[in-house]
């Protein structure tokens, strides 16, 4: 009988992840979940500790997402939402315009998706307003949007973009504000300083071409886990309002909770002009994306032109089930209080990996609200790979990027927990580097 690991190779062509490599790194075959973990069909169990590629908030089968759902179920499935409309979608759109200051909700199903919509959206606007010549981009080094193939050209990680970089209309790049940049005595805002003094002077050459500038605030996930001051985004907000350049801030993975406030942007006290919401917006339970703009970009599209109106659908626009699920999230942040209760949960969480910090191949320690990462130094070409599986052995999914080491947990982690991620995350990392070849005094 081959497994369910074997037939899912012969069936299922895996994201991410050449295929034959899995023939060396075997997939994890899931049965279930429960809170932070996953078993597999062997019983054996792993702390999610990356939430699922940084979509579960508040651990799997959370009781009340759960119940919502259900009801949801009972109640009404699906509809179209082009001419109709239904409680779940109206309520979360409120909800979402009440927590963000922006409205007129527009539903994609994933995160690349809402990128989609907002650079086609603010390209129409500019277009609406009469300066046609405003459909650019720019975005910062190392940024990522998602892979469909509008998403892919504003999407500045080789890797992902060279094989399809003839399909793509590739945009601009300036530096990013990555702390790690940090000349000697500098200080995080210095840098942000210095990479807002290279957009300035890209937008004074490009903005009568440019309709937006495109970053994840804070932090950029893709990247490696870059963090960056919140002075860059109150001097691009500034450079954006000057120009006349939207600001597409991407809260894909920052949003709700992950950077310690609701939504990364917030920490730097700026209002953008669009945000795209996905992954934890139903609590990693149902795929569903969101972008929200202003009034003034919604006037502009507003009369009975199809031509002038937004043109963007998908089949499963505002799925009740989805849109439910994100109601059911957000009330648990309410209920939970959680922006509070993961204060305090970081600073254990916090003190536990506090070894990682002090280790001697560890160099750039960062954390931000629920995220933390270390790079690593070493020889180990495959050390995601091999990192890895060294976790896996150990009861932990983790993937590093590149020679970064993270962990994203979901908002639900008790003591115990906390000691298995951290000191199994120590231990695998120890497994790894005794896996490199010793400087060759041997024979
Ligand atoms: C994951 C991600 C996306 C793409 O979302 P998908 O649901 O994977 O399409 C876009 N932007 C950021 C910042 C992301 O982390």
Known sequence: MPTLAERSLAAVWHPCTPMKRHETEPLL???RAQGPWLYDTQGQRYLDAISSWWVNLFGHSHPHIQAALAEQLAELDHVMLAGCTHTAVVELSEKLAALTGLGHASYGSDGASATEMALKMSVHYWCNVGLPEKNRFVGLAGGYHGETVGALSVTDVPIFRSAYAPMLRVSATVASPDARQALSGESAAE??????????????????????LVLEPLLQCAAGMVVYDPLYLRLARALCESYRVHLIVDEIATGFGRTGSLFAYQQAGIRPDFVCLSKGLTGGTLPLSAVLTTDEVY????????????????????????????LATLELFEQLDTLQVNQRLAQQI?????????????????????????DIETGLDDFPQR?????????????????????????????????????QMVAALEDCLRQETPPSTAV
Request: a positive charge; one cysteine or more; aromatic letters at 8%.
């Open 387 to 423: 990192y890895h599986a060294a976790a896996k052995a150990r009861g932990l999914l983790l993937r590093p990027i590149g020679k970064t080491l993270y962990c994203m947990p979901p908002y639900i982690l008790q003591s115990e927990d906390i000691k298995h991620l951290a000191s």
């Open 299 to 326: 006037q502009a599209f507003y009369g009975t032109d199809a031509a002038r109106a937004f043109l963007h659908s998908h089949s499963y626009t505002g799925n009740p089930l989805a849109c439910r699920a994100a």
């Open 350 to 374: 916090s003190s536990a990996l506090a070894p990682l910090n002090h280790h001697p191949r560890v160099r750039h320690a960062r954390h931000l609200g629920m995220v933390w990462a270390w």
């Open 191 to 212: 840098v942000a300083s210095r990479a807002a003094a290279e957009l300035a002077a890209w937008l004074q050459q490009h903005h009568a071409q440019t309709a937006a």
């Open 29 to 31: 075959a899931v049965a």
